[in-house]
């Protein structure tokens, strides 16, 4: 019983983690790194809160979050792609910039209010037949939405990368961007999408906090679990099904912090407890050998002769 | 001519300022508030007495120290942004010292904390060097995910072993008079951490551009491939620079608990690490310019924070003003890059008329 509830609460906390994941790889294999993922989820989740707030309906939250992170990834991704500017540099901007955004526009909207707002957080969807499989359909199948959807997402970007015209050009722009280039493609433009896309995602990762179980916002809210999304894009080598397992693995650790947490275990004290997943990321950054880094990762690309 | 050009061209951040602190006034549109007597506001706060210009040069000080660590690690190409947590670490080192060792006198009472602070910071930092140099690990993601861990320990410490005798809040302490930074002004906040500020800053500065280690270190950063080539280990260099780097962020740690709190609340400056990076980036990761910047940047968290006082803005708006100032400065490299390309362009087109004439 407690292991099943573990087991579903891991899946939960990996939903964000394996969209967040996905989308850096599908960025990152373009040769961009998105590093401003962690403003992006910090500021997805804040117009989910919002957008459902106002509405009451969960599906313009999850806009609005979509639209969020696609703007903000714009901006990013016109400096760094176009304007040829450091990416971690203007990314560490963003993000500076998108933690004050986020706060300044909740009080603007809120002002101060007394205990937190809350939104209905997203229902939990039982497939019907697979959800009354004993153990597997607890675990598996009454999650939210987004939860089927971050499964299905590691499918469709596994074959969008490595299946299509599309994931080969993907492909190519990370790994040779003069080929591309000479292919008559322009390298600027397809990084430029993918980081819309990979924003897009994060957006959407990042309501999943807000709206998808805790029904709140916080400034602390994401704390820290874009830079893990991030982490795992590299350890699971920038592959679709690797970045799925990493995010498994720290959805796992997250749900087990969490019961560790609650639960009257005092072994470990509770401040290391909920370091767990960052120590587990330094583990795994280390002891991780082969790293399979596309050849022009957070290289900007500059056409000869035309500086 | 060509030598006000360069000027002009140099002051090139400075005019960014200006532009990104108006685009952060745009925002403060929406609590209807004008941008226009905030930012007067602002001025008049941070100018209006001694004490207040005195802040200013204290919030300086951390800054210049978090600064001077992403900048130092930066010429080498390296990235250490878990300053934060190298902070806590001289944070923690420096206040268990003040607090265990309060019988000496003050002068070694003093040093002891800011070697202490000095030496913990470095290791910490320089654990992410070693783990680059070994296993070739990303320093990027060690020194991010670095700074959780500081907090965890920072936390652990603070609730446990170092809790205050009242044992009430999650905090240390007060520390004994003889373990307090002197004041450089009495009955302001300026207090002799800012010297030391200047030193590090000056020494960073002679590290880079005077010693061998410096020349590698740059080396390093300029070309990897090509600094191997020439025989320098560069893993020699990760390592002392994440040493170098993680002091740096740990003094801070001494100048804010022995000069400022004169205790430790738990997770107190949580944004030191990631302004300094703003800084560092404002300042072109030179020391003088860390310098310039960092009071900058003091003088609007002073201005600021009383501004906010008086008007309904909520405190948050410090850091959209830091993210529009640090975006505009970064756009204003690209223009600033643009200028000088199409100049160089003119002067080549016009010497090569002159001799074809």
Known sequence: MIIEGLLARSIQMSTPLIIGALAEVLVERTGVMNIAIEGIFLLGAWAGFVGTYFTGSHLIGLIAAIATGTLVGSCYGYITVYLKQHQIVTGTAINILAAGLALYFYRVLFGVPLLPLTVEPLARLNIPLLSSIPVIGEILFRQNVLTYLSIALIFMIYWLLFKTKIGLVIRS?????????????????VRFKAVLCSSALCGLAGAFYSIGFLGLFTEDIIGGRGWIAFAICFLGNWNPIGAAVGGLIFGIADATSTVIQTSGFKLIPNEFVIAIPYILTIIATISRKEFRVPEYLGVPYIKEGRR | MRSDRHILLTLFPLYSVIVGLFLSGLMMLFLG??????????????????????DIFA???????????????????????????????GCLASVSCSLYFSFLPKVLLLSICLLSSLIIGGLWGSLIGYAKARFNANEFLLSLMSTYVAIAIMNFLIRGPLIEAKGEYPQTDVIAQSAWIPLLIPHTRMHAGLILALLVAAAAYFILWKTALGFKIRAVGMNRDAARFAGIDERKIFVSVFFISGAFAGLAGFTE?????HMLVQGFNPMIGTEGIGIAILGNAHPLGIVLSALLFGALKVGGALAVQVSNISSSFLGIM?????LSV????????????????????????VKIL
Do not use: W
Not at chain 2, 63 to 73: E, N, P, V
Not at chain 2, 322 to 326: L, N, R, T, W
Not at chain 2, 330 to 353: A, N, P
């Open chain 1, 173 to 189: 722009t990370g790994a040779n961007p003069e080929a591309v280039d000479a292919a008559g493609i322009n390298v600027d433009s």
């Open chain 2, 33 to 54: 508030q004008n941008p226009l007597v905030v930012y007067r506001d602002i001025l008049l706060f941070a100018f209006r007495d001694i004490y207040n210009i005195a």
């Open chain 2, 59 to 89: 919030k300086a000080v951390p800054l210049i120290f978090t600064g001077l660590a992403f900048g130092f690690a930066y010429r080498a190409s390296l990235f250490n942004i878990g300053a934060q947590g190298q902070f806590y670490m």
């Open chain 2, 257 to 261: 608990v022995n000069g400022i709190q």
């Open chain 2, 322 to 326: 830091e993210g529009c100032v640090m």
């Open chain 2, 330 to 353: 970064i756009i204003s490299y690209f223009i600033r890059q643009r200028i000088m390309t199409v100049l160089e362009k003119k002067r080549l087109q016009e010497e090569s008329k």
